[in-house]
């Protein structure tokens, strides 16, 4: 157990909606990263936050935004959902932007 | 051209063989991580790197800045090692990870 927790586990929804999905650090940790792992993309990075400010951007679409709460927890928004969106959402933190990161069991969604 | 290449992509070994695990990546790093992904999907990060080796039991991980390259070694493999292993690097201080496409790895008793 890394002490990252992500809910839910598994979403299942139609093209066109809206999901949100919820990642809480490990306690004291500051950064929170998202990323995507779909089948034929493989893993990619989509955004880090550290201490509720934006630090960086990877391959997000429009369509996802994010944000880190003053309590640290962290939401990934994904709105029009489409087929291609399907894919594992995990989350990961860190002490420092420059620690270890420890990920979540991450969040399983599927666009029928 | 992927930023980050890894090889092989797939490695079969018997239990007890020594296994290495290579990653080149064609940009400038802060830093390099080495994550080990289970079939039941859960990733664990193994080590992160900027420059040298770094051990910790069974594995070892290796960094050459120069020749943007790094290895990670598995001595005494056993078939709980088998697993996804995946390179990732930090790009320059822009905190933007890349990764690589992964070596699976499957160890038979």
């Known amino acids: 157990d890394s002490g990252v927790t992500q809910t839910p586990k598994h979403l299942i929804t139609a093209t066109g909606q809206r999901v949100t999905l919820r990642c809480s650090p490990r306690?004291?940790?500051?950064?929170v990263y998202w990323y995507q792992q779909s089948l034929d993309q493989g893993l990619q990075f989509l955004i880090h936050?550290?201490?509720?400010?934006?630090?960086a951007k990877g391959n997000i679409l429009e369509r996802f935004s994010a944000q880190q709460f003053p309590d640290l927890h962290s939401e990934l928004n994904l709105s029009s959902l489409e087929l291609g969106d399907s894919a594992l959402y995990f989350c990961a933190s860190s002490r420092e932007r420059t620690d270890t990161q420890y990920f979540g069991p991450g969040t399983r969604l599927t666009v029928l | 051209k992927n930023e980050v290449e890894q090889s092989p992509q797939n490695l079969t070994a018997q239990e007890g063989e020594f296994i290495t695990i290579n990653c080149s990546y064609s940009?400038?790093?802060?830093?390099l991580h080495w994550l080990q992904q289970h079939p039941g999907g859960g990733i664990v990060s193994l080590f992160m790197?900027?420059?040298g080796k770094k051990k910790h039991g069974r594995l070892i991980a290796t960094i050459n800045i120069q020749e943007k390259h790094s290895s990670l070694h598995i001595t005494a493999s056993h078939p709980r090692d088998s697993a996804v292993y995946i390179c990732a690097v930090e790009v320059g201080n822009t905190d933007k990870l890349i990764f690589g496409t992964g070596t699976r790895l499957q160890v038979f008793p």
């Open positions: 306690s004291g940790d500051l950064s």
């Open positions: 790197l900027s420059s």
């Open positions: 940009v400038g790093i802060s830093a």
């Open positions: 936050y550290y201490n509720g400010e934006e630090r």
